[in-house]
């Protein structure tokens, strides 16, 4: 059998990770938890983006279960995976009601490319699989 040898993770790029995905985290949490409640808010807009209301709760958990799986390092890649899924679907939403590009649509890129990034800083095994540079 092959050794295969993981890319070393500098305390560095571990914190910078870390300090990534927290922010992630953070947004995430609190954006799952604000459609749990949900606030008066959350109804507008649900409603200006055609989504009907109920679903509010439904997609609050949804973002909560990925993120607490993105926050744990086992499943942190299946997580991250639900998510980009789960972001995808929003900037479809937002696609459909001709919302701004850049501060609206693309949102959900932003927010995925931080979280990818924030893994990919802290998870050897991720940047063994996707390195940016080969040597």
């Known amino acids: ?23 992630v985290t953070l947004f995430l949490l609190v954006d799952g938890g604000i459609k749990l409640v949900p606030l008066d808010i959350v109804i507008e807009t649900s409603r200006q983006m ?7 709760r439904t997609l609050g958990v949804l973002t909560l279960v990925g993120t607490l799986l993105y926050i744990f390092p086992r499943t942190a890649v299946l997580g991250a995976i639900l998510l980009t899924g789960y972001f995808g679907g929003a ?3 937002h696609v459909r009601i001709d919302s701004p590009l850049f501060s609206h649509t693309l949102f959900g890129v932003y927010l995925g490319i931080l979280m ?20």
Not at 117 to 130: E, F, V
């Open 1 to 23: 059998m092959q050794d295969i040898s993981l890319p070393s993770t500098s305390p560095a790029m571990l914190w910078a990770g870390r300090i990534v995905s927290g922010l």
């Open 50 to 56: 055609g989504i009907p209301e109920h679903l509010a």
């Open 91 to 93: 900037i479809y939403a």
């Open 116 to 135: 990818w990034l924030g893994l990919w800083l802290r998870d050897a095994r991720l940047r063994a699989l996707l390195p940016f540079v080969r040597s």
